[in-house]
């Protein structure tokens, strides 16, 4: 890994951005603009180097590229500063050149060896090189929008994008270094705008600061689970599962939440009324999620990591005098969420991408929790056992994702903890059954062994009432006999 920072030479000036170093990255984003006064061709070569910041040792130069800015100056392809596609007067796009499209296009003509350009009155057409062009040739069935501005201007544009000049892009430049000339260190995008301050103040610079993450919110409720399946026995003999639900998103496992458990469940069904709320930071235009977190305990920064938004959802088996048993899991995208069910008997393993044939006609109803912001119904969970899928059980949960504004004004509290609103959960109402068995022994005489031997011990006591009876009977019947005998009515 490298901490790169930028620094830029041009003639004797020197700008060392070393206290914008990246951490821990070999793909840095630097999102900086320099600007620097020079002359010209005194002043030409503009040397950009890259280094790896170290905090004990000296700074190692990654590679540097050079440019020469006479060059680009005196250029007859206006290399000093591209040709935009637009002629804005506002706008994150405003014009930066110092001269306006029509200035260009008559500069232009004079190194082509061309009359000046003419403009008609109206300003929609104008004669060039012997050719008229006009503003509806270009701009015909297309959208137009309130930052552009007059019209001969744009259409001077059009024209100058014909003209063979340079438009306007981005550079990517090999670095390199001088211990290893001929070897590429690495690429560098990146662009240079040339302004004569002869000719005045250019247009305001564009801004390519990185985008900032913003916070959002993913909400999710565990209402039930079904047919989940029954990993135990119970001291009696029955199958069953103490089932509990575990859920956090990749990436952040630190964050894991799980919720209580629904001991003795006998046919797979749970009863939770669970929020897990996961807090994430997000890029919308990259539709990426950013995690930062040090690689090792010795780590000085942190090393920044942009994964797509998911979710994990698992079902295990709770255990008290050995590991918890993993019964099944589901995996959710959350720009291409599967839509659940609305009734725990139509979901199916056949809703999960993977588990399509391939040639399939019916496609898989997905849909962005983003843009529909909230989901409710069951999604099969499974398991992968002999190479294929196994039904593991289903679930019933309602997602939810928020932005900053939202997380605000509708407050909600892990679990059915404070706050417990938006919405409310109340405790769930499980059967009489489900308890952890030997913290209740009263509860597991009546509810497990009185239930599943109720006759086995009714059959027991009456036949100890016999056994007593005839145990009685004979004690008795020999004193009786001999009385009879010895004293006869």
């Not at 630097?30 to 030409?44: A, D, H, N, V, W």
Request: glycine content about 6%; overall charge neutral.
């Amino acid at each position: 890994m490298c901490d790169p920072y930028i620094k830029i030479t041009l003639g004797k000036k020197v700008v060392e951005d070393r206290d914008h170093y990246i951490p821990n990255t070999v793909n840095p984003i630097f999102g900086r603009m320099y600007e620097l006064s020079c002359f010209l061709p005194q002043e030409k070569d503009l040397k950009i180097s890259v280094y790896d910041y170290d905090m004990l040792t000296r700074d190692e130069k990654v590679g540097e590229t050079v440019i020469d800015l006479e060059n680009r100056f005196l250029s007859r392809f206006g290399a000093y500063c591209g040709i935009p596609q637009q002629y804005c007067i506002s706008g994150v796009n405003t014009w930066r050149d110092q001269l306006k499209p029509t200035q260009i296009l008559q500069n232009t003509a004079r190194i082509k060896g061309y009359r000046l350009p003419i403009l008609s009155e109206n300003g929609m057409r104008i004669n060039h090189g012997g050719r008229d062009y006009t503003l509806d040739e270009f701009e015909a069935n297309k959208k137009l929008h309130e930052h552009l501005g007059p019209g001969e201007e744009r259409l001077a544009l059009h024209i100058l994008r014909t003209q063979g000049l340079v438009p306007e892009h981005v550079e990517t430049r090999t670095l390199y270094s001088t211990f290893q000339p001929n070897i590429s260190q690495g690429k560098l995008q990146m662009w240079v705008d040339v302004f004569p301050k002869s000719l005045g103040p250019p247009g305001p610079p564009f801004n390519i600061t990185p985008r900032k993450a913003k916070k959002y919110e993913l909400r999710v409720i565990i209402w039930n689970t079904k047919d989940v399946l029954l990993d135990e026995k119970s001291i009696t003999g029955e199958e069953m599962s103490d089932i509990y639900v575990k859920g956090w998103m990749p990436g952040l496992e630190e964050n894991k939440q799980k919720t209580d458990v629904h001991y003795r469940s006998l046919d797979g069904e749970g009863n939770f009324n669970w929020r897990f709320v996961f807090p994430f930071d997000y890029f919308p235009a990259e539709q990426l999620c950013t995690v930062s977190k040090k690689e090792h305990f010795w780590s000085l920064d942190r090393t920044e990591f942009r994964i797509p938004p998911k979710l994990l959802i698992q079902i295990w088996d709770n255990d008290k005098f050995s590991l918890d048993d993993y019964l099944g899991f589901v995996e959710l995208d959350l720009h291409n969420a599967v839509i659940p069910a609305k009734v725990p008997e139509k979901c199916t393993l056949d809703m999960l991408p993977e588990s399509k044939p391939i040639n399939s006609f019916k496609s898989l109803k997905t849909a962005s929790l983003f843009e529909q912001k909230s989901m409710k119904g069951w999604w099969p969970c499974y398991q992968e056992k002999d190479g294929s899928r196994v039904l593991a059980g289903k679930i019933e949960m309602t997602l939810e994702v928020l932005g900053e504004k939202d997380i605000d004004e509708r407050p909600a509290g892990k679990g059915r903890d404070e706050p417990n609103m938006n919405p409310k959960l109340d405790p769930p109402n499980r059967p009489d059954t489900s308890f952890l068995w030997f913290t209740n022994p009263c509860k597991t005489m009546k509810f497990i062994v009185w239930r599943r031997f109720k006759w086995v011990f009714i059959g027991l006591i009456i036949l100890l009432i016999v056994l007593l009876f005839v145990a009685v009977l004979l004690y008795s019947l020999p004193n009786y006999l001999s009385m009879k005998i010895v004293s006869p009515i």
